[in-house]
C-alpha cells in the first residue's frame, strides 16, 4: 500500500517521507548492534516495554510489518519465555508492583483488518493478548486515515464487537477522528478525547478505561483533558521502560517498524532502545508544531 499524503483537515496526521524512515533503518541498526555488543544480547528486564505495532501485512506500506517478521518477534518471545499481555493488565500489573520480568505488552494503533487476519492467529497460538486503539469517527468512516490515498480495509463495529469478547485482543480509545491534539483549542481536543471513550463503550457494552495519544502528541492539556474523561490508562509513542512510577497517563511504548530485523526487535524488547533518537524531538516539535498544549515527555512524572 503506498503512502498517501495528508488530506489537510484541521489537526491531521500524516505519514513522513520515505527517505526519512531509511534513515531511521540505518539508524535503529547501529543502536541495535551496539546493544548486542554491549550487553551480549542480554536483555534488561527491569520494567514493561510496551511494543506497538500499526498493521501486520506484506502491503508497501511504513507501517505494516510483514506477517513473517511478526511471526518470527512472536516466536522469539515464546521462546524466551515472554508473557504478553494487552495495555489494561500491564497497567494493573505496573499499579501492584508485581513482578514485570518477562512481561511484554503489545498493542495495535488504528484498528486495521489485518490485524485480525494476519496477527490475531499468531497471538492466540501462543496465548499472547494485545490491545488495539480505534479512532471511534473513522472506524464509522465519517473520515478517513489522512496519510493514504487509498485507506487499508478497517475492521467493523460488528467484528470489533466479537473479538472484544474474545480471548486474544481488547478495544481501547484513540480519539474520534485521530487528529493532532496540540493544533486543537481546547473544546475540539474535548471533545475528541472523551467523545471517543462515549463512543467505544456504547459499541463494547463495557468500561472503556485506556487511551491513546494520536502520534503520540500530547501536553499537560491534553493529559489533563484524559483524566477529566474517565481514562485511568493512556500510551504515548516516547521510547523506554515502564516502572510502578512511570505516570499512568503517559506509559511509554516502543514502536515496532517494517524495516525492522530480528535483531532490532530483541535490542527494542531488552533496553537498547530506550531513549529517542538522535534529533527525533526536534523533528517532531518542527513538523507537528506547539498549538495550544505542549509535547511533554513520558517520563515527566506527575
Not at 2 to 23: K, Q
Not at 59 to 88: C, H, K
Not at 265 to 289: E, N, V
Amino acid at each position: 500500500m503506498e503512502e498517501g499524503a495528508p488530506a489537510g483537515r484541521p489537526g491531521s496526521l500524516g505519514v513522513g517521507p520515505g527517505w526519512l524512515y531509511s534513515g531511521k533503518a540505518l539508524l535503529v541498526r547501529a543502536r541495535s548492534g551496539r546493544w548486542l555488543l554491549t550487553t551480549r544480547g542480554r536483555a534488561d528486564t527491569s520494567g514493561i516495554r510496551f511494543l506497538f505495532y500499526h498493521r501486520v501485512s506484506r502491503d508497501r506500506d511504513e507501517l505494516a510489518v510483514t506477517p513473517s517478521r511478526f511471526r518470527d518477534q512472536m516466536a522469539f518471545l515464546a521462546g524466551e519465555g515472554y508473557r504478553a499481555v494487552d495495555v489494561v493488565e500491564a497497567a494493573r500489573l505496573l499499579a501492584e508492583g508485581a513482578p514485570a520480568s518477562r512481561v511484554v505488552c503489545l498493542s495495535f494503533d488504528d484498528g486495521y483488518r489485518d490485524v485480525a487476519e494476519n496477527a490475531l492467529p499468531v497471538l492466540a497460538d501462543h496465548g499472547f493478548r494485545a490491545t488495539v486503539f480505534l479512532a471511534t469517527g473513522v472506524i464509522d468512516g465519517t473520515v478517513p486515515l489522512s496519510w493514504y490515498e487509498r485507506q487499508p480495509p478497517l475492521l467493523g463495529w460488528d467484528e470489533i464487537a466479537d473479538l472484544d469478547r474474545g480471548h486474544t485482543l481488547s478495544f481501547e480509545a484513540h480519539t474520534v477522528t485521530h487528529p493532532n491534539l496540540l493544533a486543537l483549542d481546547e473544546a475540539e481536543a474535548r471533545r475528541e478525547i472523551a467523545g471517543s471513550k462515549v463512543a467505544l463503550e456504547a459499541r463494547l457494552g463495557r468500561a472503556v478505561s485506556a487511551f491513546c495519544y494520536p502520534a503520540g502528541l500530547f501536553g499537560p492539556r491534553e493529559r489533563e483533558l484524559v483524566a477529566q474523561a474517565g481514562f485511568r490508562i493512556a500510551v504515548s509513542c516516547e521510547p523506554g521502560v515502564n516502572s510502578a512510577a512511570t505516570d499512568r497517563l503517559a506509559l511509554r511504548r516502543i514502536q515496532i517498524d517494517a524495516r525492522d530485523r530480528l535483531l532490532d526487535f530483541r535490542a527494542k524488547l531488552g533496553g537498547g532502545h530506550d531513549t529517542p533518537l538522535l534529533l527525533r524531538s526536534r523533528y517532531r516539535r518542527a513538523r507537528y508544531g506547539m498549538g495550544e498544549g505542549s509535547p511533554r515527555a513520558a517520563s515527566s512524572a506527575r
